[in-house]
T-cell receptor
């Protein structure tokens, strides 16, 4: 079955500390993977997509097919990074499967 | 164009009543998605349209749920004979095919069934 697992419901880090939000997926093929973010009182929006291999707001994510992971990383957390983060998988059928999300709290 | 809009933003209904939600996507976007999100969960795929064609429905979508996109523009999601378990946030998203597959989400409609 296709599944996205985000093991942490809440992650608290201090400002300036490194951040890693974990995402593991279950899919036998070559998926497209995304990270979406929802800031307080805002809509869900795309943060980054693995195929673009880009860094957005200092965040990067590397697809590890061996470990079936797509962890989101940032070397130095900022208070404005506090938000809900969702990992999502598309198995190539235009359908998207989201994880349960991780709330990131960056403490001053 | 201010993005994807949804109406109403909030709906309170009694169990057994029918409700209909509307989604207006970004005008040139040809794919439209409906999701349901409950507390502590991520968005759960319900169905999606390519223009006016409904191409996939989740197996979780019971017969009480129906969605339409009559002219390939706005879409409606109807829930008949609502149940308390239908209480959730209903999200709509649109995508321009051929682009980066970035989904643009609406603000959602929060449904409360009493």
């Amino acid at each position: 079955a296709q599944r996205v697992t985000q093991p942490e419901k809440l992650l608290s880090v201090f400002k300036g500390a490194p951040v890693e939000l974990k995402c593991n997926y279950s899919y036998s093929g070559s998926p497209e993977l995304f990270w979406y973010v929802q800031y307080s009182r805002q809509r869900l929006q795309l943060l980054l997509r693995h195929i673009s291999r880009e860094s957005i707001k200092g965040f990067t994510a590397d697809l590890n097919k061996g470990e079936t992971s797509f962890h989101l990383k940032k070397p130095f957390a900022q208070e404005e990074d506090s938000a809900m983060y969702y990992c999502a998988l598309s198995p190539g059928t235009y359908k998207y499967i989201f994880g349960t999300g991780t709330r990131l709290k960056v403490l001053a | 164009d201010t993005g994807v809009s949804q109406d109403p933003r909030h709906k309170i209904t009694k169990r057994g009543q029918n409700v209909t939600f509307r989604c207006d996507p970004i005008s040139e976007h040809n794919r439209l998605y409906w999701y349901r999100q409950t507390l502590g969960q991520g968005p759960e795929f319900l169905t999606y349209f390519q223009n006016e064609a409904q191409l996939e429905k989740s197996r979780l979508l019971s017969d009480r749920f129906s969605a339409e996109r009559p002219k390939g523009s706005f879409s409606t999601l109807e829930i008949q004979r609502t149940e308390q378990g239908d209480s959730a946030m209903y999200l709509c998203a649109s995508v321009l095919s051929g682009r980066i597959d970035e989904q643009y989400f609406g603000p959602g409609t929060r449904l409360t069934v009493t």
